[in-house]
């Protein structure tokens, strides 16, 4: 039980264009859902908390107009990279909480040209 | 301010070398202390929550305990297929918004 999962697992576009990731819990229900982003060798970045029927909770420096989160219903967040440079090249990483405990999805590897 | 330190940040063991890897942490009211396993090019898979100082759980290979500053994660007779990055991290609700706070983690490497 537990399963998280998220779409693409890689993805590679150009600079200037938008990329959407989805998570998606499996077989549970989530009213919140969580967003990391991760650089190579250091540990997870929280970047915001999306909670279902509502707007996400930001963490600070975390630009909401760039990174745009929805989170529609209780098994799909979406992380949405507007315009997107290379220095948003990174390996981004959802959760899905239920019973106090995290439980995250397998990652997406997004590299911008 | 709620942190996590984990030590050491890389440990290399032979097969069947047993160790143990630290968390302490300083949090303002303990709601959970989590162990994940990270595999390179993964996300974190999640292994145990410890709730309260003297709280002990097992899987296989496993034992995280917890005290009231820091949280162990003993590894028994490790395997290569053991080899991962584990982090620890403590539920956190500084700021206003429930969130885990992250170490940096242990790169852990099982040679056979």
């Known amino acids: 039980g537990a399963v998280v999962s998220q779409h693409p697992s890689r993805v590679i576009c150009k600079s200037g264009t938008s990329v959407k990731i989805e998570c998606r819990s499996l077989?549970?229900?989530?009213?919140?859902m969580f967003w990391y982003r991760q650089f190579p060798k250091q540990s997870l970045m929280l970047m915001a908390t999306?909670?279902?029927?509502?707007?996400?909770?930001?963490e600070q420096g975390v630009e909401k107009d760039k990174f745009l989160i929805n989170h529609a219903s209780l098994t799909l967040s979406t992380l949405t990279v507007t315009s997107a440079h290379p220095e948003d090249s990174s390996f981004y990483i959802c959760?899905?909480?239920?019973?106090?405990?995290?439980?995250f999805g397998p990652g997406t590897r997004l590299t911008v040209l | 301010e709620d942190q996590v330190t984990q030590s050491p940040e890389a440990l290399r063991l032979q097969e069947g070398e047993s160790s143990s890897l630290n968390c302490s942490y300083t949090?303002?009211?303990?709601?959970?202390l989590f162990w994940y396993r990270q595999d390179p090019g993964k996300g974190p898979e999640f292994l145990f929550t410890?709730?309260?100082a003297g709280e002990e759980k097992e899987k296989e290979r496993l034992k995280a305990t917890l005290t009231k500053k820091e949280s162990f994660l003993h590894i028994t007779a490790p395997k290569p297929e053991d080899s991962a990055t584990y982090l620890c991290?403590?539920?956190?609700?500084?700021?206003?918004?429930?969130?885990?706070?992250f170490g940096k983690g242990t790169k852990l490497t099982v040679n056979p």
């Open positions: 959760s899905a909480s239920i019973r106090n405990t995290q439980y």
């Open positions: 077989d549970f229900q989530a009213t919140t």
């Open positions: 999306s909670n279902e029927g509502s707007k996400a909770t930001y």
């Open positions: 949090v303002s009211g303990l709601r959970g």
């Open positions: 410890l709730y309260s």
């Open positions: 991290a403590v539920h956190s609700t500084q700021g206003g918004s429930e969130k885990l706070v």
